[in-house]
């Protein structure tokens, strides 16, 4: 019997290992990835690193500009996503199987956040571009999006976990349904809340780089710029300053996060 | 001379419970979790409506800009076609995007599993994790597209790049999520372990791993989905290839919305593949253990 439950448990990982190292060469086909190539590359990358990106004083001349781009950015970021927490909290009560007026609002409400989270960011800013352009707009409704559609999702499950009880209690005294949304529902997950609506605005600053480099809009461009002109020093000199306002973003959040929960 | 004062404070008591009735009971005491909250709520919606003044709209008007969006929406989602690839075409490059999303995942998965071990606090030295920790942290605050546009200076652009750059960020990802877990293992079970004269290697395999294997494949098939999202816009800002090229294609080079639509169900057909299987897996890892 216990022979037979180890060799169960070898043979059963020898065939998931099978499936992935088959999975993983299919997969190196496909993209025609080598990895001596890749390999080989990293040392490479590090060395031209350390000779041509790091900022000079001439690339220094330019931060002013850089940190107003950057500034727009953060602004972008946290824009888009204290407005989809608002939309998200009203999508999720109307989701939640606990707070949810009836079934077929709360369907919609779902199937809309599924919708909105599941189609990439880089799908939705290029969708954007068509009518938005060049313009801040565009990587706001891009993150907005998303933002809304994750949040949501995130939002019904606080919602359910903090607040089952209550709901019940308050519901059995005879309280209306807004006075148990916000007596009881909404302090009760407050704070979960805010940490996912922390964790999206730091997820937000990362994108909205990339969104950048798509849509020709904020730090994004700038990096993009100095990189395509092979000004190496000024876009390394962009890399540092992205790094340092993501790190403190995260240091904020994490004592928020720390003092709340 | 004490009496007098024992009386005059007789009259007062009364006047205090008065007042004390007069103020409407506070329930909620004003704890420092209360105050922070209360701060990032505010500075959240200052920052947000100071937003809207500094946005550089370039004269867009938003209600025009937003009714030609759902207008475009419609043409989208009603009226895709297929002009500059076939479906086959589309097939094949979801397929490459999905394998570049694997290929990152797993070398992320393997490197980060070794990494994971030296940053977990109960694992390693303190000075060993919190070495690794920083490193990675830092590693993680470099948005992935700027790795991936790093090493195709040294690679050249396409998928050896995008593979690298993109592992690169999987790594520090991964490091952080499986050396939380290893750090929620319950100290018990090492000393135990230790105390019965078990080696390093024998704790991480016999015991570490074992018991956070449901919480590391969780982690790592939320990596993969994301891996996947990534892959998308590598392909668009990298030239990685995969769907995400047809993408950009499609939007900054051919002004075609109606392909765009395509690839949108492309995209949103294998993302919410990908969530299923991954509720289902998850699910299945919540019953066996």
Excluded: C
């Excluded at chain 2, 500059?84 to 097939?91: A, D, P, Y």
Aim: net charge positive; proline share 2%; aromatic share 14%.
């Amino acid at each position: 019997m216990q022979d037979k439950f180890f060799l169960k448990k070898r043979l059963k990982s020898s065939i998931i290992l099978f499936v992935v190292l088959l999975v993983t060469y299919g997969a190196i086909i496909m993209t025609e990835f080598s990895l001596i190539k890749g390999l080989a590359s990293i040392p490479k990358a590090f060395e031209w690193g350390v000779t041509n990106f790091f900022p000079t004083t001439k690339s220094l001349e330019r931060l002013p500009n850089i940190l107003n781009k950057l500034f727009e950015t953060i602004l972008v970021s946290i824009g888009a996503t204290t407005v989809a927490a608002i939309f998200a909290l009203a999508f999720a009560i109307m989701g939640s199987a606990t707070t949810r007026v009836n079934s077929f609002l709360s369907g919609m409400a779902r199937g809309f956040a599924t919708l909105f989270r599941n189609i990439d960011i880089a799908v939705w800013s290029m969708i954007l571009l068509f009518t938005f352009g060049q313009s801040a707009l565009t990587g706001f409704f891009a993150l907005f999006f998303v933002s809304f559609g994750f949040l949501t999702r995130a939002f019904i499950e606080v919602i359910d976990e903090a607040s089952g009880s209550s709901v019940e209690a308050l519901q059995a005294t005879g309280a209306p349904y807004l006075t148990t949304i916000f007596q009881s529902v909404i302090p009760a997950s407050l704070p979960m809340m805010l940490s996912w609506v922390l964790f999206v605005a730091e997820t937000n600053i990362r994108s909205a780089t990339l969104i950048g480099i798509l849509t020709g809009t904020g730090i994004g461009f700038a990096f993009d710029l100095y990189y395509k002109s092979m000004n190496y020093n000024a876009a390394s000199l962009v890399v540092i300053v992205i790094v340092l306002t993501i790190l403190l973003i995260e240091y904020i959040s994490n004592y928020v996060r720390r003092v709340i929960l | 001379m004490g009496l007098e004062r024992l009386n005059r404070t007789q009259p007062n008591s009364s006047v205090l419970i008065e007042q004390y009735l007069s103020k409407p009971i506070k329930v909620k005491k004003l704890t420092k979790a209360t105050l922070v909250i209360r701060a990032t709520l505010l500075s959240l919606l200052l920052i947000t409506i100071y937003g809207f003044y500094f946005y550089d709209y370039k004269g867009i008007n938003i209600i025009e800009a937003g009714l030609a969006t759902l207008a475009n929406f419609k043409i989208m989602f009603t009226e895709a076609h297929f002009n500059h690839f076939t479906f086959t075409e589309g097939v094949y490059v979801a397929t490459v995007t999905l394998s570049l999303a694997v290929l990152t995942t797993l070398f992320g998965a393997i490197i980060a599993l070794f990494l994971g071990l030296l940053a977990a606090q109960n694992l390693s030295t303190p000075a060993v994790a919190n070495a690794v920790k920083s490193v990675v942290a830092v590693v993680r605050a470099v948005p992935t597209v700027l790795w991936v546009l790093i090493f195709a200076i040294a690679a050249g652009l396409g998928s050896v790049a995008a593979v690298v750059g993109m592992t690169f960020h999987s790594v520090s990802y991964l490091v952080k999520a499986y050396s939380e877990s290893f750090e929620e293992l319950d100290e018990g079970v090492i000393e135990a372990l230790r105390a019965s004269g078990a080696s390093w290697w024998q704790i991480v395999f016999q015991a570490v791993i074992p018991s956070t294997m449901s919480y590391l494949i969780s982690w790592t098939f939320l990596r993969f989905e994301i891996n996947f999202g990534v892959a998308i816009a590598m392909g668009a800002a990298a030239a990685a290839g995969g769907i995400g090229f047809e993408l950009f294609m499609a939007s900054a080079f051919y002004y075609d919305i109606r392909e765009l639509g395509t690839i949108t169900y492309f995209v949103l057909f294998i993302a919410i593949m990908l969530e299923v299987i991954a509720t289902k897996i998850k699910s299945k890892l919540r019953t066996t253990h």
